[in-house]
């Protein structure tokens, strides 16, 4: 078979996309990115040393969870913990971008929640092993559309709240690294590209989940998402 005729031995995976708020287009996702303790109250709240810089992992795509969908609660923990996030969605890529050009990759925000299974981190983190099983399962990156923007990033108010109360309010402008730093560090680690979405890390009041609990979150001026774990 030559390649004009070679065919998938399985049917490729679907891929994922992201309804984009007030339009019919999808936005299709490549890759996820998250930035760990990117704010200084949750990087206290974690333990962790003020003068830590922020840090990158990662989660598959397939772990969306698209706006309107419930969430299963994951298997194998018994701590499962919301973090409420600034999601950014890329329109272009690059490797060494500087942070005056980062912003012009950018596509658009949505609000994301970077679900953690926070004893399996913990266990992996006392063992030094990687935090695959604790960030990166099934259903662990449930987000809002994403909203199309251009110029100055949302500087809003990012809250979370959990059965009507809220667990996390805090203001974008205590980011560590500000949107245009944080896709400038991506890019020295990877070449970004066309569809990758960068979670921005959470502010402080993460928290356990458990079955039957209704979670909202709410990016101002950008978008809400609400999922029951079920
Ligand atoms: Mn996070």
Same mark, same amino acid.
């Given at each position: ?56 992992? /990662?989660?598959? *795509? !397939?772990? =969306? ?6 969430? @299963?609660?994951?298997? &194998?923990?018994?701590? %499962? ?88 309010? /805090?203001?974008? *402008? !205590?980011? =560590? ?6 896709? @400038?560090?991506?890019? &020295?680690?990877?070449? %970004? ?38």
């Amino acid at each position: 078979m030559d390649a004009k005729t070679a065919a998938y031995v399985i049917a490729p995976p679907a891929l994922v996309a992201v309804p984009v708020a007030g339009e019919t287009g999808l936005f299709p996702v490549r890759r996820i990115l998250c930035v760990g303790r990117n704010y200084a109250a949750h990087r206290r709240e974690m333990g962790g040393d003020d003068r830590d810089p922020p840090f990158f992992f /990662a989660k598959p *795509a !397939d772990a =969306i969870v698209l706006p309107g969908r419930d969430v @299963a609660y994951p298997p &194998r923990t018994a701590n %499962l913990h919301h973090e409420m996030e600034l999601v950014v969605a890329l329109k272009a890529g690059g490797a060494e971008v500087s942070p005056e050009r980062a912003l012009e990759l950018v596509f658009g925000y949505a609000a994301g929640v970077d679900l953690t299974r926070r004893d399996l981190q913990n266990a992996a983190k006392d063992k030094g092993q990687p935090w695959e099983a604790g960030k990166a399962f099934d259903e662990a990156a449930p987000i809002s559309s994403i909203r199309r923007w251009s110029g100055p990033p949302p500087q809003g108010r990012i809250r979370l709240s959990m059965n009507g109360e809220t667990r996390q309010d /805090a203001s974008l *402008a !205590d980011m =560590i690294w500000n949107v245009a730093e944080v896709i @400038a560090e991506a890019s &020295r680690l990877w070449r %970004l590209a066309a569809g990758d979405l960068i979670f921005t890390g959470t502010p402080e009041g993460v928290g356990p989940i458990v079955r039957g609990d209704r979670v909202e979150g709410e990016v101002e001026g950008v978008g809400r998402l609400a999922f029951t774990v079920i």
